[in-house]
């Protein structure tokens, strides 16, 4: 089931934050870096303001568990919305939920026009699934993480209007 996210549901987002982030990034990003910005970006007080001031969605599994949640920001007067994080349990990983995530999301950008995610251009997982929703690569670019140079990604993803033959 996908649903909004709720204060309940903090510890379990942190929790799969610092999962995700060790399986995903192991070998791309140190792990002292990666620690100190899910600290930092994942704490209490800034899961609060992430609730305020965007849309969470939380995945949970059968047995009403959180193992996976979406971050986006709410569309802007030009349309646009920024996916800004979206991570599964690996153990549940290749199971739907990534795509009903994001189908969920898509749903309630009413009037949104595209919607961008970067990427760690290492992160090959993240990658073909952003491009097997149908995101295209607009530019890949070298920037600074936390202080370590990483080379990122940059997609959108058109949402396309439905046009009604009368």
């Not at 994080?85 to 199971?95: E, G, R």
């Not at 898509?106 to 993240?126: C, E, H, P, W």
Request: net charge negative.
């Amino acid at each position: 089931m996908i649903r909004p996210m709720t204060a309940d549901d903090i510890s379990y987002i942190q929790h799969i934050a610092h999962i995700t982030w060790n399986d995903t990034y192991a070998g791309i990003i140190p792990e002292n870096i990666q620690t100190a910005f899910i600290d930092r970006s994942y704490s209490n007080a800034m899961m609060i303001k992430r609730m305020e001031k965007t849309h969470m969605l939380v995945a949970e599994c059968e047995k009403g568990i959180p193992i996976g949640f979406l971050n986006f920001t709410r569309e802007d007067e030009d349309g646009d919305s920024e996916l800004t994080a979206m991570y599964i349990l690996p153990s549940h990983q290749h199971s739907g939920y990534g795509k009903k995530l994001f189908d969920y999301t898509v749903s309630m950008l009413g009037n949104a026009k595209q919607i961008f995610v970067y990427v760690d251009s290492r992160n090959t997982a993240g990658r073909a699934f952003y491009e097997k929703q149908g995101f295209e690569l607009l530019e890949v670019f070298e920037e600074y993480f936390e202080g370590y140079p990483v080379e990122t990604a940059q997609y959108v993803y058109y949402i396309h209007e439905t046009v009604y033959a009368y």
